[in-house]
Nanobody, 119 residues
Framework: QVQVVESGGGLVQPGGSLRLSCAAS????????MSWYRQAPGKDRELVAV????????NYADSVKGRFTISRDNYKNTVYLQMNSVELQDTAVYYC????????????WGQGTQVTVSS
């Protein structure tokens, strides 16, 4: 059974840190491009960070570059998003997405985890 489960969200103060996890089951993440998206209230879902399956190449939205880091542990079949120096505008539901590296129609989403940045 395929599952993508995010965790690690919560309430954090501006300037603080949080680490999100995306645990996958039923498929090997090293065959997938893994991404973090986020959706704030009233806004469209936006891509935050990407890591490829084959070589682990990463890419980031300009708004998080230098503050967030995406990484993967293929043995644990888990992807992480380390969020440092968080800002109020980082408040959103964060989603994990897996896209097969050869067949992009094969894609899985998680249910999301809420991150709230507030003092």
């Amino acid at each position: 059974q395929v599952q993508v489960v995010e965790s690690g969200g919560g309430l954090v103060q501006p300037g603080g840190s949080l680490r999100l996890s995306c645990a996958a089951s039923g498929f090997p993440i090293n065959e997938y491009t893994m991404s973090w998206y986020r959706q704030a209230p009233g806004k469209d879902r936006e891509l935050v960070a990407v890591i490829t399956g084959t070589y682990g190449v990463t890419n980031y939205a300009d708004s998080v570059k230098g503050r967030f880091t995406i990484s993967r542990d293929n043995y644990k079949n888990t992807v992480y998003l380390q969020m440092n120096s968080v800002e109020l505008q980082d408040t959103a539901v964060y989603y994990c997405k897996a896209i097969h590296r050869s067949w992009p129609d094969v894609a899985y989403w998680g249910q999301g985890t809420q991150v709230t940045v507030s003092s």
